[in-house]
């Protein structure tokens, strides 16, 4: 890591020192920088571990938005797709039979029962009667009376806890219990989401229309979580990053028209135009400069190509960049 960061600095430095050398030899008003060509990069790597068992393209290929470019071999995550999806129907299947409330079979059984309590209700009241009558004739006894009595008072408390079983039928079941039927339901949703979002992963696909910089895994290999399979460069954006020397700052701003020229293709420019201007300046000597100094500052500057990708160029490639005086005027 010490070693390409300090590669990457000492690129920097070369392309800032570049940069001020080329703009100081000029006089035409032109004002020339130079840099290298980039685009904006993904690593693109799964979510969790898994074996390559597919990589679709190669470094250079161009692809599109949605293209699968690797697969993967996810094992245990795949499963758990299943595994989560009967859970949900198991939860659903509960939450469905406690919202319903009881079945009609033993809604039917209940009223049956509270049918016969009633019936057994009016025969002990009649029982009674019949031994008060006896009793006040003198031909029926006490304890006959009483055990009558008794009879009618136990006919009617059996009267009462059948209606309650009725009522609690026709009611279904408890509200917490479906309440918390329904929550179990609810979440079991939830982990089946979670474990076809994993599964997704199988298929890595191109966020965006990009080229393939850098094939990093092949088939076989065992990826880890957030381990890049491949870089990508976004097909939407190609620009050269170069640096602006202080004393040249204010002849430039965002919008400025410019041109690019490589050379791989001499004698042809690329029409280009500024698009972003660092505030902050590098390469300071010291918190306080002198003016002799201040003159070896740098902003860091991106120039867009206007037509991005669609030029025969890509990222790394040395580039020249020419703003014309015309653009560059105050």
């Not at 690129?11 to 100081?24: G, S």
């Not at 697969?71 to 129907?89: M, N």
């Not at 033993?106 to 009793?135: G, S």
Request: with cysteine; charged share 30%.
């Amino acid at each position: 890591m010490r070693a390409r960061a300090f590669f990457v600095l000492a690129a920097a430095a070369a392309l800032a020192a570049a940069a001020l050398t080329a703009c100081r030899g000029n006089d035409d008003g032109v004002i020339h920088l130079q840099g290298r060509l980039e685009a904006p990069l993904v690593d693109l790597g799964p979510k969790v571990a898994g074996r390559v068992l597919e990589v679709r393209v190669r470094e250079g290929d161009r692809v599109k938005a949605g293209d699968v470019l690797v697969r993967l071999d996810l094992g245990e995550t795949a499963i758990a797709v299943d595994r989560d999806r009967e859970g949900l129907r198991a939860a659903e299947a509960k939450y469905q039979d406690m919202a319903e409330g009881s079945r009609p079979p033993e809604i039917q059984a209940a009223q049956a029962d509270v049918a016969d309590k009633v019936a057994a209700v009016d025969l002990a009241h009649r029982e009674l009667e019949r031994q008060q009558t006896l009793l006040e004739k003198k031909i029926g006894t006490r304890q006959d009376y009483d055990v009558a009595k008794t009879a009618l008072d136990r006919a009617n408390a059996a009267l009462k806890a059948s209606q309650e079983r009725l009522r609690l039928a026709l009611e279904g079941f408890r509200k917490f219990q479906t309440d918390q039927a329904r929550f179990d339901r609810d979440r079991a949703k939830s982990v089946l989401a979670q474990s076809e979002t994993l599964a997704r992963e199988s298929e890595l696909r191109a966020p965006a229309d990009a080229v393939v910089l850098h094939r990093i895994a092949e088939p076989g290999l065992l990826l880890g979580a957030g381990q890049p399979a491949l870089t990508l460069a976004f097909a939407d954006r190609l620009y050269v990053r170069t640096f602006i020397p202080e004393p040249k700052l204010g002849k430039v701003r965002i919008g400025m028209s410019a041109t690019v020229t490589v050379d791989a293709f001499p004698g042809r420019a690329f029409p280009a135009h500024v698009t972003e201007i660092s505030p902050d300046p590098e390469f300071t000597p010291k918190p306080v400069e002198t003016r002799a100094e201040r003159v070896n500052l740098v902003y860091a500057a991106k120039i867009d190509l206007d037509r991005g990708w669609k030029e025969p160029l890509v990222p790394g490639q040395p580039a020249d960049v020419a703003v014309p005086p015309q653009a560059a005027a105050p």
